[in-house]
């Protein structure tokens, strides 16, 4: 079964310092790639997304993400993090034609001041 | 719109009572799904629905969780009973069909459930 990894279960950055968060996936065909934010007690909302296209995707807040195919990765990043930042962010993969999307387990984001 | 709804938002309950949590996804929408947090296993699918149909159950915990949506604009999630480890958020989702948005799913605010 496909499965998604966020190997950072806890990241503590100061407020201006870059962000970098990994996600790999297992599956080998075509995919749809997702990172959602939900922060603290709020629902998760949709960050971006890459369907297909320049691998390299921009969000919203000056999120950005770069699909390395070849690395089965999709890597979020941010050159400054801001304290509004803290969340928790998820990974996930829609393979091939699938209707539901498989979810990383998480990275928790704080940022302090 | 409004966006998704469920309610309640918080719900208390003793030990073997029926829960129902309810949930409104956004009009036009043809996908419903509903997960469920915990910190111990994250973020899990329980099941989800297309044009009121159910697709895929084969995350529903056990006999006790049920999952109904009677018509485009209304699905419920039913425990009964309910077991302290049902404890969690759920989440219920939806998302529009159109092949450039599958996958973009907007949640609604969740409802936390706390059995004792």
Redesign the interface.
Known sequence: AQSVSQHNHHVILSEAASLELGCNYSYGGTV?L?WYVQYPG?????LL?Y?SGDPLVKGIKGFEAEFIKSKFSFNLRKPSVQWSDTAEY?C?V?PGTA???T?G??TRLQVTL | DAGVIQSPRHEVTEMGQEVTLRCKPISGHDYLFWYRQTMMRGLELLIYFNNNVPIDDSGMPEDRFSAKMPNASFSTLKIQPSEPRDSAVYFCASSPARATRIGEQFFGPGTRLTVL
Do not use: D, P, V
């Open positions: 749809n997702f709020q629902h998760l909302q949709l997304k369907f998820f996930a829609r209707s539901k999307l979810f387990t998480g």
